[in-house]
């Protein structure tokens, strides 16, 4: 019998420690949306350094994040979680407040890599976190609220942002810059409030895999390689959707920030709901499939705003962002499901944290390799890009029905006597 999700506000009301990471969540990324507006303009226009020198320093910095996510996924399998988050908010604080004497690309370098090694360190501790906190299905159900609390922070903070970035002087940076640095300061405290959580758990509750090391597991390594490619999504609004719309199309230069308000807001609205009805495996491998699809059916509209009239253009936009949208919250959704059941409970950290490196990979590659194909050769580009959604979403039924047989196998092997 499958077990059944619960609401998540229902969730929530039970969770001292979900409401608490909540309220954390919303504090750290109304930074985070503060810091997302102005950081390239900060480094390029008040400290002066040439945007091919701030987009390298990105690059390589998103290297360290990948680094990260396998170091501190096994640490919080050892140490624990609640102490780990707090000391890394902490440090996220400090490298924030050095963006403030950055003079040099040298010195821009080590931090940019500093602060990657430590964010994406988070990211790998908090999911750690959130599966110590909540059990079961539950899980993904918990994490689909928090990430809707999430986009309520990130817009909130970019709203604020681009109110105060009208003074456009260096004063006014730097006090966002502090506000963003205060925001990890509270996270910190808040962090330090939870009771402890302790991140092991009986080896004998072993998982479907049974590994202990997620480099040795090849059913998901499989699973993570077809996340982290469908991540790539994350890039085309970022970055593909708005050099595409200023390069090649008619459609007016404000709608780059109404898609973003469209994908926000719809993520806030939909996230929970579409985390419903994966209570299995082989459910949420269907929902991934279904993602890439979606996803692929954006990248065929985005490339047909090419050639188009302003309003006609528009329109189009706007449709493939909402078509985008649904596919990244479903595929969230089924992502987090397959993450925590394919795991190892006895090394939920160590897990998890390769799931996050390869979805940090998909972050630093992203840019590259949207821009060299939907850029640069146009429909070709963002048709190249919905095969290769397609057919991602798509491997996914087979590898888990894979799981599925291996597992019986297993069992027929083991029990040789009961046909």
Known sequence: MTATATPARTIVAASPVLRRLAVITLVDTFGDGLFFTIGVLYFTRIVGLPVGQVGIGLT???????????????LADRWPARRLMTWLL????????????????WVFLALACLAAFIDRGCGAVRAAVIATSVTGPDRVAGKAFLRSVTNVGIGAGCGVAAIALQANSRTAYIALIFVDVATFAAGALLMAGLPELHPAVPSSEAGPTGASSPWRDRLYLSFVALNSVLSLQFAILEIGVPLWIVRS?????????????INTTLVVLLQVRASRGLEDLQRAASRFRLAGLLFAAGCLLFGCADGLPTLPAAAVLVLAAVVQTLGEVLSSAAGWTLSYDLADPAALGAYLGVVGAGTSAATMLGPAIITWTAIRFGFAGWAALAALFALTGAAMVPVMRWNRRATVYEHVADNPGRG
């Open 60 to 74: 390589i910095a998103g290297g360290f994040g990948v680094a990260a996510g396998i170091i501190f996924g096994k």
């Open 90 to 105: 902490v440090l996220q604080a400090a490298a924030m407040a050095g963006y403030v004497m950055i003079r040099s690309f």
């Open 249 to 261: 199309t008619s459609a007016p230069r404000v709608l780059v920030a109404v898609l973003f308000v």
